[in-house]
């Protein structure tokens, strides 16, 4: 099988929602798509990283060309190229994309023993970076302030955003027919890794989808949306003033909040596992970050232990 085969049998599957995935995975029809996925070994992969790392680094240039049928807009999606390397943070994406093919090919055995040849290749030393989050204390004063806002479903969205831990592309879309009253759960049917999750709602988070539902609502409207019910509204704009007139210097985005989900989690005590299981993710390694936040769980041990 050749590896334009198997990425092509890949996509056709692909359920996630990475826009950048197809021009990464398209690098690697680029340079290997005429291999055998059996004969690809670590030194081919490398090389052709070698040959990724001299490209420019690349900005995403949407314009919007219209709307589907369901009311969703439709973008055309251009690249332009910025005057600096790739950071090693996209090199490792790079990375990844290839190892997703070959776990495929794995999983769906279209090749008898196949081994993959990714565990040979060194990803690259990423700067850890600096998570920013607030506090519940924080998120409370943000929802108070949004309160003021012209847009008033913007409060919810916080507090589903807070206590969800859920992306704001699930959010946004997210419709009326997915919350269950009865239960205080929503569930997404898909998210960025590809599959569906439920998540449970505090009595806050129902009484902030009280205050925006009306009997005017279908199930298939979205819960976010401004005027037109199958369009999700664009938050961003007043999220950031917000933030900028509460927090001023800090580099506060609306993908905090999900950080912040996860910081007030590990303070309360709750295990990582839950909290990656929380946050729908597929192992301990993206919530391990947060470890050192947690002291809830080691006090009891030390209290046992000595």
């Not at 012209?150 to 859920?166: E, M, S, Y």
């Not at 839950?274 to 729908?280: E, G, H, K, N, Y």
Request: charge should be positive.
């Amino acid at each position: 099988m050749l590896l334009r085969d198997a990425v092509i049998a890949y996509q056709k599957n692909y359920a996630g929602k990475d826009p950048s995935q197809a021009t990464r995975l398209g690098f690697w029809v680029e340079q290997l798509g005429n291999h055998e996925v059996k004969d690809i070994t670590a030194l081919d992969i490398d090389d052709a990283i070698s040959i990724l790392m001299q490209r420019p680094a690349q900005t995403t240039l949407r314009t919007k060309v219209g709307q589907n049928e369901a009311g969703e807009v439709i973008y055309e999606v251009r690249y332009r190229d910025l005057d600096r390397p790739k950071s090693e943070a996209t090199l490792n994406r790079y990375i990844a994309s290839l190892g997703s093919i070959f776990r495929f090919i794995k999983k769906m055995r279209l090749i008898r023993g196949f081994v993959s040849p990714i565990s040979g290749v060194e990803k690259f030393k990423e700067s850890a970076g600096k998570l920013e989050f607030m506090t519940e204390a924080e998120v409370e004063l943000l929802i108070a302030k949004a309160r003021q806002s012209r847009w008033k479903k913007l409060p919810c969205l916080i507090r589903l955003a807070f206590v969800t831990g859920v992306r704001s592309g699930a959010l946004k879309a997210m419709r009326w027919k997915h919350v269950n009253w009865e239960l205080k759960t929503i569930t997404f049917p898909i998210t960025k890794n590809g599959e569906p999750h439920t998540a449970p709602l505090n009595d806050a988070c129902i009484d902030e989808l009280s205050r925006i539902y009306s009997d005017k609502c279908s199930g298939e409207d979205l819960v976010f949306c401004g005027k037109f019910r199958n369009k999700a509204h664009d938050f961003r704009s007043s999220y950031l003033t917000l933030i900028h007139e509460l927090f001023p210097g800090r580099a506060l985005t609306f993908h905090s909040l999900r950080h912040s989900c996860c910081s007030h989690l590990a303070k309360k005590g709750v295990p990582l596992p839950v909290i990656a299981s929380w946050m729908t993710h597929k192992s301990l390694r993206m919530v391990s970050r947060y470890a050192h936040i947690s002291t809830v769980d080691r006090e009891n041990y030390l209290r046992s232990a000595f």
